[in-house]
Every structure is written in structure tokens, then in C-alpha cells.
């Protein structure tokens, strides 16, 4: 893609405004808490309090609309410790000559780190650093800045507490995010069936399981309905697909693929229903015809399926069945024990903030290598932010700030985002600027009537999250003037330097980034790898579960090892949306690996996730008698995709010829073995594991090698 290409599209993501708001009552109470800090610091203490108090809430507020499972009055808490030190050090550093740049540098190396903690702590952390170059222009004195720090907490802790006492929609995210899984299903169970080979999108189950993580006061008030419904989530996509599959489930063509493909749409239509009930909160209703999926239980007359097709449809019908009546019954359920045993007593934790500190900062600390891309991202926020301040001050410009703090908030770890909230910011803040100022200049309001203005402002904010960044950016930048409008000053002049100082920064962000640049191109081969690597030990989990059934291995190591497979494909799959943006060559970046090679062992490597999966589906009991040789062979293959991994990174040629021979050996043992239909299914799960190696082999080969035999076929 052509720099012009991608500049052009970048804009027009960063200007497209949605017509979606948030939930106004959730706009309204950040409001209210902003109010409750502004107005009583401005009749207490003044206008440089109460800017100090205003900027703690509206940040504070603003952590409770991130993407976060974790209680919002925790984000608001957690933001508001940050603001106060941030504004404590600045009002300290701000007073001794040639300390302040140094502790800006600091601090914006480490928000630019706090990427490596996730999202919500990136975005919390950038807004501190802007906090920090907006307060300390205020007049203060040292001895004060212990106070301002203590407002700014404040701000934040007021946030927090009416957030608490004025709860809404406390479990919508939890609701919203397990429905998804839901509503995924139901899609993948109808495109299984037109393509029996049809891939299910990763992200709603890690978002589903980063949202079953709980607290232990939320687990004590998790509503009944969302206990138990994910993990039998997780086992309805593997039985989805051994339906669906002509190669281990119903037959490519004729009566049976008819039958399976009337399962598939009964099961569809169940899976809506248990969506929509569950992102409700109303009673299941569950279609009146389900003609399919009863057709798929034992005893209800001609069943067309057979084998393992008919064993995927039983189980499918008996998870289905047991998601609906866990809804059913928890819907007759009218008084429920906040100290039950299973709010407490089953599900993931989630430790609380403080216990979560050790675990960030060993996050953080293993990104401090030069070949990680946040810590680039690091270095490039703290050498943006201190130059657009220096050259500001060099400029002599009295409002200034408005450079560096314009590149704090643009600048992201990839090219896509940086780029169109650089546009959003520049455009959202020069209207912003210009509209208030106007209002200032025109009518003149006084010190209670720009407070009220400011809070109004913070509510628009609020609400216009999901609108757009430039719609909302409008909204920050006014209320930011109308905190400063407490100030004396000339509003005309400010106008004119807050816009030039935005375009300085914007300017100083983008120029970073096309300098310095991050991208994601070059990374493919290091997630292709990973997502290798994690197939492989997911897949020899599951052929060690099958050599295994008593030792639990279905729950010890097939379960981690799905997640990690899971997350890595997620990873690879955002890397590649990322680099789809990117105005450099795929063949500049990544010469050793053409994009047409990646494609193919994508594709490769998305087959064997796929063969694991449907492997996963037939999991023997633990009273099931071992398959011989699966353990065996399931190490193997671990060590042999670990070795393709290090391949793939390295550029050099993948070789499987060993893992071939193990597994031409162990597929003749199996043969002579007696008929069963389980063993059937494990040679032709092993054959698919095979083909899909051999055409990950031909993927990654740079040179030209004599052709290896097919896998044996399953009659053999």
C-alpha cells in the first residue's frame, strides 16, 4: 500500500463519525461526580483547585468507560492514584530549573510502557501525562503541590464512589461478552452449512474468558444466569465442527450431510435464542420447531447419522440442552444467596489491584529489550513529548503544553491508530478550541457559569465516546478551555495558540512515526511462528489425552493449551489486520518469507487448529481403554512443530520427515488393530494433522526438494 493510500484511509477512519452514544444514564453520572468535586473546590479553595479537582474526575470518569471487566469503581480508584502523583511531580519538578523536562521524559517512557499491561492501562496512563503538562501551568507555589496532588485524587476517588452507590448496568459487559460467544456460535453453526471446513472467530471466547475472571465481591454478586454457560460454550464449537466435518462427520453429499445440515440450523436458531436471553436478562425463549436437533437424539426414530457423526449431533443436542435448562432453572430461581458455594467456590479470579502490581511490572519489565514494540513505542513517546515541549518553550508560546499534549494522547503502538487519532485530535481540538473561545469571547461568562459549562462539556465527552475521537476530542478541548477560561488571559490569543500548538503536535507525532516507524509487517513471521508452536502442543495435548484417558489430561493440559492456541491466532490475526494498513512492501519487510508463502502457511497452520479441534470433540472418558502409541506420537509432534516454529522465525526450511516416519509407524499399528470406531477416528484426526503439516512444509520452502509420499489413507 502507497503512503497516500494508507494516509488517505487512515483519515477517513479517524474523521468517520458513528451515530451510536453511550448509555446517557452512564454520561449523566460522570457528569454528576465531576460536578460534586468542581463546584465545591471552586467555592472552597478557586479556580486552580477546582481545575486540579475537575481534571482528577473527568480522567478518573473516563477509566470506567474503558473496555475492562474489572469493577469500575477499582478503574476510577487506580486512575486517580496516578493523576495525583503525576500532578504532585509536576508542580514539584516545574519549580526547579530543568527538572520538569526530565520527569515529562520520564513519565511519558512510562506510559508508553503501560501498553505492555493492556489497553485501559495505556490509555489511563497517556491521559495522566496530559494531566500533568495542563495543571502545572496553572499559579502555583511548591508548598502547594501536595494539595493539588490531593485534589486530583480526590477527583478521582468521588468518581469511584458514585460509581459505586449509583450502580448501572454492572454486569452488561459480562452479559454482553458471554452472549457474543453465543451469537458466534449460532454464525458458525450456519456457515458449517455451505462450508463443513468453515473457521470460528477466536476473539468472542478470549474476551469471554477475560470477562469469567472475577473479583471475590463480584463473584458474590454474579447473577445466576451467567455461572456454567461458557464452558459449555467451549465444548459446542468442537462438536460443531466433528458434525460438520465430511472427513470424521456426516458424509460429503447425500441423505446424512441433508440431516446434518438440518442439526446445524436447528442448533443455530438455539444459540440465538440463548443469546438474546442471556445479553437480556429475560427468560429463554427457544424456537417452537426443532425438528433437527430432535431428529439427532437416541430413540426418536430413523437417524440418518451414523458413527461419529451421530455421536457429534448427540452431544451437541445434550450441551444445548443443558445451556437451556441452566437458564430455565435459573430463571425459577427468585432468591439468591449472595454466599452461595457456587458464586464462590467455581469460576476464574480475578486478584484484586493492589495484588496484580507484581505481575504488571514483570510485564512491563520484559519488554525492555530493543526488539520489542512497545518499548519502542516507549522510547518514541518520551523523545516526542519532551521535544514538542522544548520546542515550545524554545517558541516562547505561553500555552504551549498544547504541543506536547496533543502527541501524548495521538501517539499508539501502531501505524493505523497513531495516524488517525492524530487526524481525529488535530481536527476534533481545533473546532473545540475555536467553538469555545467564541463562547467565552462573546458572552463573557463568569467563574460559576464556565464551571458549568466545563461539566456539561464532560458529559458530552462521556456520552460521545462511541460517537467518534474527533466528535468526543471536540468535546475534551472545550472543556479543558473552560477550565483555563477560570484564568485571566486573552481568549483570542489563547485560541490562536491552542490550535498552532495542536497542529505542532499532531505534526511532531506523525513526522515520529514515519521516522521511527514500528511495523507490524515484520512481526508476521514472529506471530505465524507462535501460532505454530501453540497448535502443536495444543494438538500433542490432545493425542496424549487420547493415549491417556484416566489421567486427566482432557482438563490438566488440553484446556491451557486451547486457550494459548486461541490467543496466539488472535494475536496473528490483529498483527496482520495492523499490517493490511501499513504503506510498506510485504517484500521489504519480511524477505525471507514472501506474502504468498505467509498466506499458504496460514492456511497450513489454520488446518491444524482445525484437525485438533475435531480430535478435541471425540475425547475419550476416563474410563475409555487408551489408544496405543497416541501419547507417544502426540510428543513427537510437539517437538516437531516446536523445531517448524524455529524454522519459520529464522527463514529457513521446514522439514517433517522424522514425524512422517513416527507417524506411518504408529497409523500401521493402529490398522491392525481390531475395528473401532474411535480408533478410526484417531487415524483419520492424525491423517488431517499430517496433511496440513505437509502443506505448511511446501509453504515455507525456499528451495526447490524432491516430493514427499502423501499421509497413508485411513483403510490402510
Same mark, same amino acid.
Given at each position: 500500500?502507497?503512503? =497516500?493510500?494508507?494516509?488517505?484511509?487512515?483519515?477517513?477512519?479517524?474523521l468517520?463519525?458513528d451515530?451510536?452514544?453511550t448509555n446517557?444514564?452512564?454520561?449523566?453520572?460522570?457528569a454528576?461526580?465531576?460536578?460534586?468535586?468542581?463546584?465545591p473546590?471552586? =467555592?472552597?479553595?478557586?479556580?486552580?483547585?477546582?481545575?486540579?479537582?475537575?481534571?482528577?474526575?473527568?480522567?478518573?470518569?473516563?477509566?470506567t468507560?474503558q473496555?475492562?471487566?474489572?469493577?469500575?469503581?477499582? @478503574?476510577?480508584?487506580?486512575?486517580?492514584?496516578?493523576?495525583?502523583?503525576?500532578?504532585?511531580?509536576?508542580?514539584?519538578?516545574?519549580?526547579?530549573?530543568?527538572?520538569?523536562?526530565?520527569?515529562?521524559?520520564?513519565w511519558?517512557?512510562?506510559?508508553?510502557?503501560?501498553?505492555?499491561i493492556?489497553?485501559?492501562?495505556?490509555?489511563?496512563?497517556?491521559?495522566t501525562?496530559?494531566?500533568?503538562?495542563?495543571?502545572?501551568?496553572?499559579?502555583?507555589?511548591?508548598?502547594?503541590?501536595?494539595?493539588?496532588g @490531593?485534589?486530583?485524587s480526590?477527583?478521582?476517588?468521588?468518581?469511584?464512589?458514585?460509581?459505586?452507590?449509583?450502580p448501572?448496568?454492572?454486569?452488561?459487559?459480562?452479559?454482553?461478552?458471554?452472549?457474543?460467544?453465543?451469537?458466534?456460535?449460532?454464525?458458525?453453526?450456519?456457515?458449517?452449512?455451505?462450508?463443513?471446513?468453515?473457521?470460528?472467530?477466536?476473539?468472542?471466547?478470549?474476551?469471554?474468558?477475560?470477562?469469567?475472571?472475577?473479583?471475590?465481591?463480584?463473584?458474590?454478586?454474579?447473577?445466576?444466569?451467567?455461572?456454567?454457560?461458557?464452558?459449555?460454550?467451549?465444548?459446542?464449537?468442537?462438536?460443531?465442527?466433528? /458434525?460438520?466435518?465430511?472427513?470424521?462427520?456426516?458424509?460429503?453429499?447425500g441423505?446424512?450431510?441433508?440431516?446434518?445440515?438440518?442439526?446445524?440450523?436447528?442448533a443455530?436458531?438455539?444459540?440465538?435464542?440463548?443469546?438474546?436471553?442471556?445479553?437480556?436478562?429475560?427468560?429463554?425463549?427457544?424456537?417452537?420447531?426443532?425438528?433437527?436437533?430432535? @431428529?439427532?437424539?437416541?430413540?426418536?426414530?430413523?437417524?440418518?447419522?451414523?458413527?461419529?457423526?451421530?455421536?457429534?449431533?448427540?452431544?451437541?443436542?445434550?450441551?444445548?440442552?443443558?445451556?437451556?435448562?441452566?437458564?430455565?432453572?435459573?430463571?425459577?430461581?427468585?432468591?439468591?444467596?449472595?454466599?452461595?458455594?457456587?458464586?464462590?467456590?467455581?469460576?476464574?479470579?480475578?486478584?484484586?489491584?493492589?495484588?496484580?502490581?507484581?505481575?504488571?511490572?514483570?510485564?512491563?519489565?520484559?519488554?525492555?529489550?530493543?526488539?520489542?514494540?512497545i518499548?519502542?513505542?516507549?522510547?518514541?513517546?518520551a523523545?516526542?513529548?519532551?521535544?514538542?515541549?522544548?520546542?515550545?518553550?524554545?517558541?516562547?508560546?505561553?500555552?504551549?503544553?498544547?504541543?506536547?499534549?496533543t502527541?501524548?494522547?495521538?501517539?499508539?503502538?501502531?501505524?493505523?491508530?497513531?495516524?488517525?487519532?492524530?487526524?481525529?485530535?488535530?481536527?476534533?481540538?481545533?473546532?473545540?478550541?475555536?467553538?469555545?473561545?467564541a463562547?467565552?469571547?462573546?458572552?463573557?461568562?463568569?467563574?460559576?457559569?464556565?464551571?458549568?459549562?466545563?461539566?456539561?462539556?464532560?458529559?458530552?465527552?462521556y456520552?460521545?465516546?462511541?460517537?467518534?475521537?474527533?466528535?468526543?476530542?471536540?468535546?475534551?478541548?472545550?472543556?479543558?478551555?473552560?477550565?483555563?477560561?477560570?484564568?485571566?488571559?486573552?481568549?483570542?490569543? /489563547?485560541?490562536?495558540?491552542?490550535?498552532?500548538?495542536?497542529?505542532?503536535?499532531?505534526f511532531?507525532?506523525?513526522?515520529?512515526y514515519? /521516522?521511527?516507524?514500528?511495523w507490524?509487517?515484520?512481526?508476521?513471521?514472529?506471530?505465524?511462528?507462535?501460532?505454530?508452536?501453540?497448535?502443536?502442543?495444543?494438538?500433542? &495435548?490432545?493425542?496424549?489425552?487420547y493415549?491417556?484417558?484416566?489421567?486427566?489430561?482432557?482438563?490438566?493440559?488440553?484446556?491451557?493449551?486451547?486457550?494459548?492456541?486461541?490467543e496466539?491466532?488472535?494475536?496473528? @490475526?490483529?498483527?496482520?489486520?495492523?499490517?493490511?494498513?501499513?504503506?510498506?512492501?510485504?517484500?521489504?519487510?519480511?524477505?525471507?518469507?514472501?506474502r504468498?508463502?505467509?498466506?499458504?502457511?496460514?492456511?497450513?497452520?489454520?488446518?491444524?487448529?482445525?484437525?485438533?479441534v475435531?480430535?478435541e470433540?471425540?475425547?475419550?472418558?476416563?474410563?475409555?481403554?487408551?489408544?496405543?502409541?497416541?501419547? &507417544?506420537?502426540?510428543?513427537?509432534?510437539r517437538?516437531?512443530?516446536?523445531?517448524?516454529? &524455529?524454522?519459520?522465525?529464522?527463514?529457513?526450511?521446514?522439514? =517433517?520427515?522424522?514425524?512422517?516416519?513416527?507417524?506411518?509407524?504408529?497409523?500401521?499399528?493402529?490398522?491392525?488393530?481390531?475395528?473401532?470406531?474411535?480408533?478410526?477416528?484417531?487415524?483419520?484426526?492424525?491423517?488431517?494433522?499430517?496433511?496440513?503439516?505437509?502443506e505448511?512444509?511446501?509453504?515455507?520452502?525456499?528451495?526447490?526438494?524432491?516430493?514427499?509420499?502423501e499421509?497413508?489413507?485411513?483403510?490402510?
Open positions: 500500500m502507497s503512503w =497516500f493510500t494508507a494516509l488517505r484511509d487512515t483519515a477517513r477512519a479517524g468517520t463519525v451515530r451510536s452514544l446517557p444514564r452512564r454520561a449523566l453520572r460522570g454528576v461526580a465531576a460536578a460534586l468535586v468542581v463546584f473546590a471552586l =467555592f472552597l479553595y478557586g479556580p486552580a483547585q477546582a481545575t486540579s479537582a475537575a481534571m482528577g474526575a473527568f480522567i478518573a470518569g473516563t477509566a468507560f473496555r475492562s471487566f474489572r469493577p469500575r469503581a477499582s @478503574l476510577a480508584l487506580a486512575a486517580a492514584a496516578g493523576l495525583g502523583l503525576s500532578t504532585f511531580l509536576g508542580y514539584v519538578a516545574v519549580g526547579i530549573p530543568g527538572a520538569f523536562p526530565v520527569v515529562l521524559a520520564l511519558a517512557f512510562g506510559a508508553g510502557l503501560a501498553w505492555a493492556g489497553p485501559t492501562a495505556g490509555v489511563v496512563a497517556a491521559n501525562l496530559a494531566v500533568m503538562m495542563v495543571v502545572v501551568q496553572l499559579p502555583v507555589s511548591v508548598p502547594t503541590a501536595v494539595e493539588h @490531593l485534589l486530583c480526590v477527583g478521582g476517588a468521588v468518581q469511584a464512589l458514585v460509581v459505586t452507590v449509583w448501572i448496568d454492572s454486569w452488561r459487559a459480562q452479559r454482553d461478552a458471554l452472549a457474543d460467544i453465543y451469537a458466534g456460535l449460532g454464525d458458525y453453526a450456519r456457515r458449517l452449512r455451505h462450508d463443513p471446513v468453515a473457521q470460528v472467530d477466536p476473539e468472542p471466547f478470549i474476551v469471554g474468558r477475560q470477562a469469567a475472571r472475577l473479583t471475590a465481591r463480584q463473584a458474590r454478586r454474579r447473577p445466576p444466569e451467567l455461572r456454567g454457560l461458557r464452558t459449555i460454550a467451549e465444548r459446542i464449537r468442537p462438536a460443531l465442527a466433528a /458434525l460438520a466435518d465430511p472427513r470424521v462427520g456426516a458424509a460429503e453429499e441423505a446424512e450431510r441433508d440431516r446434518a445440515r438440518e442439526v446445524l440450523a436447528a443455530a436458531d438455539v444459540l440465538d435464542a440463548l443469546a438474546r436471553a442471556i445479553r437480556s436478562g429475560d427468560p429463554v425463549r427457544l424456537p417452537r420447531d426443532t425438528p433437527g436437533l430432535a @431428529l439427532a437424539r437416541p430413540g426418536s426414530g430413523e437417524d440418518l447419522l451414523r458413527g461419529a457423526a451421530r455421536r457429534s449431533a448427540r452431544r451437541l443436542s445434550g450441551l444445548l440442552g443443558r445451556a437451556a435448562d441452566r437458564l430455565d432453572r435459573q430463571d425459577r430461581t427468585t432468591v439468591q444467596s449472595r454466599t452461595a458455594p457456587t458464586a464462590t467456590a467455581t469460576g476464574l479470579r480475578r486478584p484484586p489491584l493492589v495484588k496484580v502490581a507484581p505481575a504488571a511490572l514483570a510485564t512491563v519489565g520484559r519488554q525492555l529489550h530493543r526488539h520489542s514494540a518499548f519502542h513505542h516507549a522510547v518514541r513517546m523523545v516526542v513529548v519532551t521535544s514538542a515541549y522544548l520546542a515550545s518553550r524554545l517558541l516562547r508560546i505561553e500555552h504551549g503544553y498544547w504541543a506536547p499534549m502527541s501524548a494522547m495521538v501517539m499508539r503502538p501502531d501505524f493505523a491508530q497513531t495516524f488517525s487519532r492524530g487526524v481525529a485530535r488535530v481536527a476534533g481540538t481545533a473546532a473545540g478550541v475555536l467553538l469555545s473561545t463562547v467565552v469571547q462573546l458572552f463573557d461568562p463568569g467563574d460559576w457559569v464556565l464551571a458549568v459549562l466545563a461539566v456539561c462539556c464532560m458529559g458530552l465527552a456520552l460521545t465516546m462511541r460517537t467518534g475521537y474527533a466528535v468526543m476530542t471536540v468535546a475534551i478541548s472545550s472543556y479543558v478551555v473552560f477550565l483555563l477560561g477560570l484564568q485571566p488571559g486573552d481568549p483570542v490569543r /489563547l485560541a490562536v495558540d491552542r490550535v498552532s500548538m495542536t497542529l505542532l503536535g499532531g511532531v507525532a506523525l513526522a515520529a514515519a /521516522l521511527f516507524p514500528t507490524q509487517t515484520a512481526r508476521l513471521p514472529e506471530r505465524l511462528a507462535e501460532w505454530l508452536a501453540s497448535a502443536g502442543r495444543y494438538a500433542a &495435548a490432545v493425542f496424549g489425552a493415549g491417556d484417558p484416566a489421567g486427566g489430561r482432557a482438563e490438566r493440559e488440553v484446556r491451557p493449551a486451547l486457550l494459548d492456541v486461541r496466539a491466532r488472535s494475536e496473528m @490475526l490483529a498483527a496482520l489486520d495492523r499490517a493490511e494498513v501499513e504503506p510498506v512492501r510485504h517484500s521489504e519487510q519480511v524477505p525471507e518469507l514472501s504468498k508463502q505467509f498466506d499458504k502457511a496460514r492456511s497450513a497452520v489454520g488446518m491444524l487448529d482445525r484437525s485438533t475435531l480430535l470433540a471425540h475425547l475419550p472418558g476416563e474410563d475409555a481403554p487408551p489408544v496405543p502409541g497416541a501419547g &507417544a506420537f502426540g510428543e513427537e509432534l517437538d516437531a512443530t516446536a523445531l517448524a516454529a &524455529a524454522a519459520v522465525l529464522l527463514g529457513q526450511d521446514v522439514d =517433517f520427515t522424522l514425524l512422517r516416519e513416527a507417524h506411518r509407524t504408529w497409523d500401521h499399528q493402529l490398522a491392525a488393530l481390531p475395528p473401532d470406531d474411535r480408533i478410526d477416528v484417531v487415524r483419520a484426526g492424525a491423517r488431517l494433522v499430517m496433511q496440513a503439516l505437509t505448511l512444509e511446501r509453504a515455507v520452502r525456499t528451495r526447490p526438494q524432491p516430493a514427499h509420499p499421509p497413508v489413507p485411513l483403510g490402510a
